[in-house]
């Protein structure tokens, strides 16, 4: 077998394991998820490590809370729920990526599970997004633009 064919199987070989791991942490991302209670047990959240909550459990003793105090009891417990389900996809991104967790580590943005994308910087996050314009400057005011 020449050396250029023993290359090209070497990288072919990487190339599936690299693919494999990537397999296996997609996997691990969609599953990972974190769950945590209020102190006074009125609120439970589970949350991905992304920080999208995917389940809000409110017991009859939140509802005699004032709106206040409720408000930061959730907001409180998704943090907590979020960052439950961050460290447990460090635990399991970890030994998958080997001496690439820390570069995983931080592509994931802290408390927002954004992954910067090729051009976007990691550090910075996404671009803005548009916001609309509540000043009722437009050319359409009330009125659609769709004919």
Same mark, same amino acid.
């Given at each position: 077998?020449?050396?250029?064919?023993?290359?090209?199987?070497?990288?072919?070989?990487?190339? =599936? $394991?690299?693919?494999?791991?990537?397999?296996?942490?997609?996997?691990?991302? $969609?599953?990972?998820?974190?769950?945590?209670?209020?102190?006074?047990?009125?609120?439970?959240?589970?949350a991905?490590?992304?920080?999208?909550? +995917?389940? +809000? *459990?409110?017991?009859?003793?939140a509802?005699?809370?004032?709106?206040?105090?409720? *408000? #930061?009891?959730?907001?409180?417990?998704?943090?907590?729920?979020?960052?439950?389900?961050? $460290? *447990?996809?460090?635990?399991?991104?970890?030994?998958?990526?080997?001496? *690439?967790f820390? =570069?995983?580590?931080?592509?994931?943005?802290?408390?927002t599970?954004?992954?910067?994308?090729?051009?976007?910087?990691? #550090?910075?996050?996404?671009?803005?997004?548009? =916001?609309?314009?509540?000043?009722?400057?437009?050319?359409?005011?009330?009125r659609?633009?769709?004919?």
């Amino acid at each position: 077998m020449s050396e250029i064919s023993e290359r090209m199987e070497q990288l072919m070989r990487n190339v =599936q $394991e690299q693919a494999a791991k990537a397999d296996e942490l997609q996997s691990a991302v $969609e599953n990972v998820r974190g769950t945590a209670t209020s102190a006074d047990r009125s609120v439970t959240v589970t949350a991905a490590s992304s920080g999208a909550v +995917l389940d +809000l *459990q409110l017991d009859a003793q939140a509802a005699r809370q004032s709106h206040v105090v409720l *408000q #930061k009891t959730i907001l409180s417990t998704i943090r907590e729920a979020t960052r439950n389900a961050a $460290e *447990q996809l460090d635990e399991v991104a970890e030994p998958l990526l080997g001496d *690439q967790f820390g =570069q995983f580590q931080h592509l994931m943005k802290a408390g927002t599970g954004h992954v910067a994308t090729p051009g976007e910087d990691a #550090k910075t996050g996404p671009p803005p997004r548009f =916001q609309a314009d509540d000043t009722g400057d437009d050319d359409f005011q009330d009125r659609t633009y769709l004919r």
